[in-house]
Nanobody, 127 residues
């Protein structure tokens, strides 16, 4: 069982930046997918960015390309999401998740493929 704890959310103004962190309990597999997802009130959960832990292949939702960067620190078992040029439409609860047995690389951004989830961290962007 993988345990995930997100942190780093907060309130910023349009154009601001935040860095989210996701601390993961030790996981036996050497390669798997990790991702950041978000869910705004009244909307479905959507994939934001994913990374394949072996090789670092990344994928991004079109809405965040060029503004968000996903990265990992394997030594610390920590996943990051650097978010720049934030917009009000980025306001949501952000979750990290793990897909322990990915079928494709780069990793899918479909939430249904991910088995383990954190509790989320809130990001609010004001205009």
């Amino acid at each position: 069982q993988v345990q995930l704890v997100e942190s780093g959310g907060g309130s910023v103004q349009t154009g601001g930046s935040l860095r989210l962190s996701c601390a993961a309990s030790e996981y036996a597999a050497s390669s798997y997918c990790m991702g950041w997802f978000r869910q705004a009130p009244g909307k479905e959960r959507e994939g934001v960015a994913t990374i394949y832990t072996y090789g670092g292949h990344t994928s991004y939702a079109d809405s965040v390309k060029g503004r968000f960067t996903i990265s990992q620190d394997n030594a610390k078992n920590t996943l990051y999401l650097q978010m720049n040029s934030l917009k009000p439409e980025d306001t949501a609860m952000y979750y990290c998740a793990v897909d322990p047995a990915p079928i494709f690389v780069p990793c899918t951004t479909a939430p249904g493929a991910y088995d383990y989830w954190g509790q989320g961290t809130q990001v609010t962007v004001s205009s």
